[in-house]
């Protein structure tokens, strides 16, 4: 198929839809979790979704090692990423367990500004940002808004004085996704670090198989996955719907977008997740914002889109760089 036939209006085709795919499946991550919290503890949750995940890629990574395209030098670079993404999963789907969906999208949208400072702390060339006044204009607001989502919230300021057990709930789920957010930007380091020129494909296989054994460890050791013997079988079947639906086909998703069009777009795109996974909890589980909640939820998203915004000028001034992968924290 030629180039002009794959595209529509000036727009790649393919790369639209795969983009449009991404965001679909990763909007309906929180919707999924928030469901099976009534089946399963949030480390054995984890540990199934991941698995029915890993069994997707399985093929693919099996043809990659056996055609020698997967040294196992890899699999000894991947272990400090897949440690950080194990423990940041854990928090993520735990959070959920704490706050609804909606809170929850909008406050790990201030992942974005995590995952710009920590490198800024690590990689020389990240520094150029600390002389941007749009990133920090962005992570102001996207502090500030995450500090509005939660105060703006019915009853929490009154609550917070008296720290009653609605807020104690809410302060936790909050804590939760802070930690998640920060282990993100570690995952992200970690990844530059040690798998720079990887395929992004063979990289996230390894490292979600990688993944799957810490998961696997971590609900074994504080969860009960032998209650999955007790479930109905229809959720079994939902679990595995989630984790080939918001792991394994998003990933597939996503990877086709930045090959073909680059990481800016769909970056960008992706900051639209948080208002479509409340329009989702809006019909589903009801979940209602205030206009300060939605406000403050717009300005966080704007913060993140400033912060990703100055950090495109300062790394196209520098020149082009590739990472072994790269993207949004989604589970």
């Known amino acids: 198929m030629s180039a002009q036939s794959r595209r529509l209006g000036g727009l790649d085709g393919l790369a639209t839809t795969a983009l449009i795919g991404t965001l679909l499946c990763w909007s309906s991550t929180p919707i999924w979790i928030k469901h099976f919290t009534g089946y399963f503890d949030p480390?054995?949750?984890?540990?199934?979704?991941?698995?029915?995940a890993i069994l997707f890629w399985l093929p693919f990574l099996m043809f990659?090692?056996?055609t020698g395209r997967v040294p196992w030098s890899l699999w000894r670079s991947a272990l400090p990423s897949a440690m950080?993404?194990?423990?940041?999963?854990?928090?993520?789907?735990?959070?959920?367990?704490?706050?609804?969906p909606g809170v929850m999208a909008l406050l790990a949208r201030t992942g974005v500004i995590w995952s710009i400072l920590l490198p800024m702390a690590v990689f020389a060339d990240e520094r150029l940002l600390a002389r941007s006044k749009r990133f920090w204009c962005g992570l102001s607001c996207g502090l500030g808004g995450a500090v509005g989502v939660l105060a703006f919230k019915p009853g929490f300021v009154a609550g917070l004085v008296g720290l009653d057990a609605g807020v104690r709930v809410t302060l936790i789920g909050a804590a939760m996704v802070t930690t998640a957010t920060a282990l993100w930007s570690?995952?992200?380091?970690?990844?530059?670090?040690?798998?720079?020129?990887?395929?992004?494909?063979?990289?996230f296989a390894v490292i979600a198989m990688e993944t799957t054994v810490g998961l696997a460890v971590i609900a074994c050791l504080f969860g009960r996955p032998a209650v999955v013997a007790t479930v109905p079988f229809r959720v079994i079947v939902l679990v595995?719907?989630?984790?080939?639906?918001?792991?394994?086909?998003?990933?597939?998703?996503?990877?086709?977008?930045?090959?073909?069009?680059?990481v800016a777009v769909p970056t960008a795109?992706?900051?639209?997740?948080?208002?479509?996974?409340?329009t989702l909890s809006y019909f589903i589980y009801h979940e209602r914002f205030t206009t300060g909640q939605l406000c403050s939820g717009v300005v966080v998203v704007f913060g993140a889109g400033m912060a990703l915004w100055a950090q495109e000028r300062v790394r196209s001034r520098a020149g082009p760089r590739e990472d072994a992968a790269s993207g949004d924290p989604e589970p």
């Open 84 to 100: 950080a993404n194990t423990v940041m999963q854990t928090f993520w789907a735990w959070s959920l367990y704490y706050l609804d």
């Open 186 to 203: 570690v995952y992200a380091v970690t990844v530059r670090l040690r798998m720079q020129g990887t395929d992004p494909r063979t990289a």
């Open 240 to 262: 595995a719907l989630s984790g080939w639906i918001c792991i394994a086909l998003a990933h597939v998703c996503y990877y086709t977008a930045i090959q073909r069009i680059g």
């Open 43 to 52: 480390f054995s949750q984890n540990l199934f979704r991941y698995t029915f």
């Open 269 to 278: 795109v992706l900051q639209l997740t948080p208002f479509a996974v409340l």
């Open 64 to 66: 990659r090692q056996l």
